[in-house]
C-alpha cells in the first residue's frame, strides 16, 4: 500500500516534519518513505491512500492496561464509598473480575479494541484477572486481538486473594500463554507474552518463588507496585523489606520487568529498579482517580528508570493520559514546570516503543523509517498556530482530541479507514456486550464482601 499526501511525523529524532510525503507499505513493514510525487513511482500497482494532508504518525503504544475492566463503566458500588485503594479493590475490583466468565472475559477486550482502534491506539500491554474463569482466558483475549488486528501483550495477574489452587491456575494459564507465543508465534507475531502477578500485597513467599522457579530466565515479570502505602505496610510486615527489595530478592524485577505505578517506593527502591534495567509504568488519570497520590516520574527518570505511560483501564485514547500526566504533576507540586511537554512525549513515544520493542523484536515500532513495523495512524489535525516537530508534543497536550484519528493500520493492514471501522464490529460488539455487562453486575454484588475486613494481611493468613 502507499499512503500519498501526508504530513508525516516520524518521531525520529531531529528529523522536521515532512509535509506532502508518501510511505510505501510492503510485507507490515515501511519499505520506504519520500515526496508523494517521487514515491508515487514506486507503488506500482499497489493500492493507494490519498491522505488528504493529514498527519501520519506511529500508533499509539499502552504500556498497562485492563481490558477486564470494561463493564466498570457506571457501575454502582453497593454500601458505603471506599474510602482508600485498598477498600477499592476489595468492593470494586475484586468482586468485578469474579463476575467475568469466559464470553464476558472475550467481550470485555473486544470493547477495549474497538476503543483502541478508534482512537489511534496500536500496541497495548494487558494484565488480566478473571479468578473464576482462569484456564484458557489468555487465548480469549488472544483471539479477540486477533480478530481486531491490533498488537497486544497478554498476561494473567497471579494472586494469593483466592487461594493457593487459583494462584497455581494463574501460573499456569501465564506459563502455557507464554510458551504458545514462543512456538506458535500467534497472529503472525502480532501476540507477546508476559508474566503477570497481581502485586506483592497479594502474594505469599512461597507463590513469588514459584513463579520464578517456573517461569523462563528472559520472562517480563508485569507487576503493580506500591500504588498505594498498604502495598508498603504489608511488604514490611511480612518480610520486613519494602516491596521493590522483597520482590527483587524473589528475582523477579529484571530487565524487562513493567513494574505499573511505583508511587510509593523510596531511594534505594528507585535505584534497584534502575540497577536491574525494569521499567515502570504510569498511569496519572488511575491514580487521580483512585486518590493514590503521583509517582517522582521525574525523579526516576533521572535517575535512569525508563518511565513509561499506560492507562490502567482507561480509555485507550492515549493524548487523554498525556494530558492527566501533564497536568497531575504540575498540581501536585503546585509547580508549573513540572512533567514537561517533552518528558511526557518521552514516557509515551521513546520509552513506550523501546518497551514494546522488546515483546515485538521483528522489527522496530513507535518511529516510521524504512524497516519499522507499519502500525500507524491519520490524525485530522487542523493547526491554527506554527506546528513543527519540535512543538508537537504541545500540539498534542492542547489541540489533539482523540476523535481527529481517522485511520488506523497494524502491520500494513488497515483496521480502521475515514473512522470506519473495517475488522470489528462496533454495534454487535456494543449491544452484546451491554447485556453481557448486565449479566455481571448482577453477579457483582454477592462476592462485594459486606463488612471491611480488618485488614489485607489478617485477611490472607485466614485464607
Ligand atoms: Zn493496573
Redesign the pocket.
Known sequence: MLITNAKLATWQPDQPLLADHAVLIKAGLVHSLGPSDELSELAGTDEVLDAGGQLLMPGNICA???FYGAFARGLAIPGQPPADFPAILRKLWWPLDKSLNAEAVRYSALVCLVDAIKHGTTTLID?HASPNAIDGSLDWLAQAVDESGLRAVLCYEVTDRDGPERAQAGMQENLRFLERCRSERPADGRLAAAFGLHASLTLTDTTLAACRELAPADTAFHV?VA?HEADQYDSLARSGQRVVERLHEFGLVNQYSIL??CIHIDAAEMRLIEQAGSWVSH?PR?NMNNGVGAADIEGMQRLGIPVCL?N??FSNAMWQEWKAAYLLHKIWHRDPRRASGALVAQMAIGNNARLAGQFFRQAPLGVIEPGALADLILVDYQPTTPLTAGNLPWHILFGFEPSMVTATMVAGKLLMKDRRLLTLDEAEISARAKELAADVWQRYPSFVPADEPPSIVENEEQA
Do not use: V
Open positions: 498497562h492496561t485492563h494484565h503493580h500504588e505499573a505505578h498511569q488511575s499506560g490502567d483501564g
